[in-house]
């Protein structure tokens, strides 16, 4: 388990720093761009999106909802497909297993996470997305096999989902995530999770 852990955070962190530094590059050679309407154009606080997740680690169990605004940063790239970014902020709350028996760890989670997406043909349809955020943890996770130090921790996700066009205003997204303070403070395990996120349109 701890094999697979390692890998899945060296993975994440590669695709996280990866994707916005690919989407920087290739920008200049963009075939073009559009502002995108909403909040971010016209200065409204009014988020664009509802979210609800729901993820499970090795012994722990994670629900959020949150509210996502869409940035009016947006690039064309290839024949259909579109580089974008928003922002998340979800509240959740974490139960741990603590120590193998009926008793549990519980936490709340508070967190802000700026997100790169890249959509594969126009509004609707597949994507990838990545994104690296900030979150506060409390009170400071534990579990059965795991002890965090801090408060205050990095999560990096990398997904992929679908946009319906069925059933429009509606997505989902399965995704991975890693929770750690990047070497802050010491013990920094680290926890993992596989997520399932669905999210409908506001506006």
Same mark, same amino acid.
């Given at each position: =388990? ?5 890998? #899945?955070? !060296? ?5 996280? =720093?990866? !994707? ?6 290739? @920008? ?8 995108? @309407?909403?909040?971010?154009?016209? $200065?409204?606080?009014? /988020?664009?999106?509802?979210? =609800? ?36 902020? @979800?509240? $959740? ?16 989670? #508070? $967190?802000?996470? /700026?997100?790169?997406?890249? =959509?594969?043909? $126009?509004?609707?349809?597949?994507? !990838?997305?990545?994104? !690296?955020?900030?979150?506060? #943890? @409390? /009170? ?43 070497? #802050?403070?010491?013990?920094? /395990? ?14």
């Amino acid at each position: =388990m701890r094999t697979l852990d390692a890998a #899945i955070k !060296v993975a994440l962190r590669a695709s996280c =720093m990866a !994707v916005p530094v690919f989407a920087v590059f290739l @920008a200049p050679h963009a075939a073009g761009a559009s502002d995108r @309407a909403g909040a971010a154009a016209n $200065g409204s606080l009014r /988020p664009n999106r509802l979210t =609800m997740l729901y993820g499970l680690a090795s012994d722990a169990r994670a629900a959020s909802i949150g509210l996502r605004w869409d940035l009016a940063w947006r690039r064309a790239w290839g024949r259909r497909g579109t580089l974008s970014a928003h922002a998340d902020f @979800a509240v $959740g709350h974490w139960r741990a297993d603590a120590d193998g028996n009926r008793s549990s760890a519980v936490s709340t989670q #508070i $967190g802000v996470t /700026p997100v790169l997406r890249y =959509m594969f043909d $126009g509004a609707a349809g597949w994507f !990838v997305e990545a994104g !690296v955020g900030a979150n506060v #943890i @409390a /009170p400071v996770y534990r579990s059965k096999d795991r002890q965090f130090s801090t408060a205050f921790n990095f999560g990096d996700h990398l997904g992929v989902g679908w946009r319906s066009s069925a059933h429009p205003g509606w997505e989902w997204l399965l995704r991975a995530q890693h929770f750690s303070n990047a070497g #802050i403070a010491r013990p920094n /395990p680290g926890e993992n999770f596989v997520q399932l996120q669905l999210s409908y349109d506001l506006d």
